[in-house]
């Protein structure tokens, strides 16, 4: 088997990165069965248009199938789970797919931290389980880590590979550890980031100029984690914190403060920052 033998993807969860990934493989001509809950796909098809560019959108929203029925995956080569971070909800769809799909789908979870190892004991092949981990914006950032479990194939690895290249990203093939490589170096500096500011060593605006304009970032640390959204920055160091017994990974008191009072970042108006309606 070839990435060129998977004609069709589905994606469980609508949220930011499934809708992404979902934009991401229409336009590159694949057709793509989005699943979530209704409340969920009519929020996810409008994003998808505001970032389509319009002479795309016919080709885009026309490959694009949304149904909240997880058996509408049943004919993909290719499944990603991209739903919320817990445990028992990832077990749950891996649970479900392992009786509807084929036993050549392959299944890989957008996961940016669960060990792979630790997701595969819910699906029924893990030799055909991978992490398949897109970068937020999908569209536009280029990598894909690509997270090689205890007991993945070749195959497997291959297949996402090719796919990966064939929506025109760069595949990075990684073993399987907490946060994978990504979010363990890019939770090293946002954490030791958070940590500066606490110590009012320097000013947010200070520490995010220090990274764009020192180290060509796009986007300073603090201003990363509004756009990344701090329940999700949260919820990454307390797992990694967890998992990999680092204290490099603490959560700081201003950042579980900040989500506590509902201040997530871009997507509530507020977070470290503050944002105007948009
Ligand atoms: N969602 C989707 N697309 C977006 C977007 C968003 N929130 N913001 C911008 N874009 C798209 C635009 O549509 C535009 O696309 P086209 O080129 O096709 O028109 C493109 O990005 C550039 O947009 P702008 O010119 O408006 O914005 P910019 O030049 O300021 O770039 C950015 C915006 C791409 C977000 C840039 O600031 C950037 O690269 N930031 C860093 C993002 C990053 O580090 N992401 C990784 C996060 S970590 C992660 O995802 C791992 C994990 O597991 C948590």
Redesign the pocket.
């Known amino acids: 088997m070839t990435f060129r033998d998977i004609k069709k993807v589905g994606i469980i969860g609508a949220g930011?990165m499934g809708r992404?990934i979902a934009q991401v493989f229409a336009l590159f001509n694949y057709p793509v069965v989005l699943i979530d809950r209704e409340s969920v796909l009519g929020v996810a098809i409008p994003k998808i248009k505001e970032?389509t560019?319009p002479e795309l959108w016919d080709k885009v929203r026309s490959l694009i199938t949304t149904d909240t029925d997880m058996k509408r995956v049943r004919d993909c080569g290719l499944i990603i789970e991209a739903v919320y971070e817990e445990l028992d909800v990832k077990k749950e769809v891996f649970a479900s797919l392992s009786s509807i799909c084929a036993p050549t789908a392959i299944i890989a979870t957008n996961t940016?931290?669960i060990p792979i190892g630790e997701l595969a004991r819910f699906v029924k092949d893990p030799s055909r389980f991978a992490g398949m981990?897109?970068?937020?914006?999908p569209?536009?950032?280029k990598l894909v880590e690509v997270v090689r479990g205890p007991e993945t194939s070749d195959e497997t690895i291959e297949v996402i590979e090719g796919l990966a290249r064939a929506i025109e990203k760069v595949p990075a093939i990684v073993g399987d550890t907490p946060g994978f490589v990504?979010?363990r170096l890019?939770f090293a500096l946002l954490g030791e980031a958070f940590r500066v500011l606490e110590s009012g060593v320097a000013t947010k605006a200070s520490i995010d100029t220090v990274m764009k304009y020192g180290m060509n970032?796009?986007?300073g640390p603090i201003e990363?984690a509004d756009?990344?959204g701090l329940d999700?920055c949260l919820h990454?160091m307390e797992f990694l914190h967890k998992s990999l017994g680092d204290d490099k990974y603490r959560p700081t008191e201003e950042l579980k403060t900040l989500v506590k009072e509902g201040k997530l970042g871009r997507k509530t108006g507020e977070g470290f920052y503050r944002y105007a309606a948009r």
Request: net charge positive; no cysteine.
């Open positions: 930011t992404g970032r560019a940016s931290a981990h897109f970068m937020n914006p569209k536009v950032m990504s979010n890019l970032h796009p986007m990363l756009f990344m999700i990454i």
